[in-house]
């Protein structure tokens, strides 16, 4: 594994990982409903697996590129979709810094157009994982509950199970964008959030906890319109605290086959951890990780992401259909 480091990591990502990612990506616009989605394609020589990535609210697929270069070289193709409402895909709104769904279960419709128009066709004979970060690891349990026959292992990384709203409750939070929605003003910027502003966000308020990580995307982030997902519509914040109900049903939880391994950085303050465990506990074959980090897991420092990164791979590596 050729890692990259934090203390040449802008140089080690500019002038090795983006290049040789470049070499081997496709960029595909899939029809979905309302219109298309980006999904960024990797698919290197001798992969045994298929992995689908769903990155989180406000980012976008290539936030991902150093754990895709990592997917890559352990043997994955990967297809990592900019989920509608983010990236170069389909949006409701123009407002770039706006993130807007109409229907939670979108993303996990887009998700699975993704398995059966773009995954299952072209990699007749590989076995499909899946991993999913925040808002994607939430979309994923979705997805695992509706496909309990589609993928051989998941990893959900800080997954939202529950989103904190702190320090509004969630249901107060529920109730208000819900009434916002019913007065036909959901797809407006809801009231905890502002336009993007590169000088408003810092490290220090960052969900990351390397420096050079989060500078190295904040970078691109500040310099692409594309990337600058930064508030939710209402109906946005609505669909986003109502999937904890879902995704904790006993019923919805017992369909899932899969093995799943579920990450929690112990300094989360992004979504509630206690649902997290609760979620893990109720899949069959589910166990929950602890790492010493914040929300951004895969944003942090050397000594805490090569441990999560070997067990990530390892994990998905390891769990081959019997």
Known sequence: MIWVKEDDYSEMMTGTVEPALAAIRREVYLPVQGGKLHVEVYEPDKAHAALLLLHGYTESAEKFREMIWYFTQAGFAVYAPDQRGHGHS??????????????????????????????????????????????????????LMRRPEAFSAAVLSSPMIAPSSAPVPNWAVGAITGCMSFLGKGKERAFIGKPFDAEAETFENSCATSRERYAYYAQKRAGHRHLQNCSPSYRWAREAVGVTRGLLNRQNLARIQTPVLLFQGKKDTIVLLPEQKRFADGVGQGRLVQCDAKHEIYFSEDAVLRPYVTEVLEFLSQNRPK
Do not use: C, W
């Open 90 to 143: 389909v949006r409701l709104s123009e407002d770039t810094s706006l993130t807007d769904v109409e229907h939670f279960k979108d993303y996990v419709d887009d998700a699975e157009e993704i398995l059966d128009k773009l995954i299952q066709p072209n990699k007749t004979g590989l076995r499909s994982v899946l991993f999913g970060h925040s808002m994607g690891g939430a979309v994923a349990g979705f997805l």
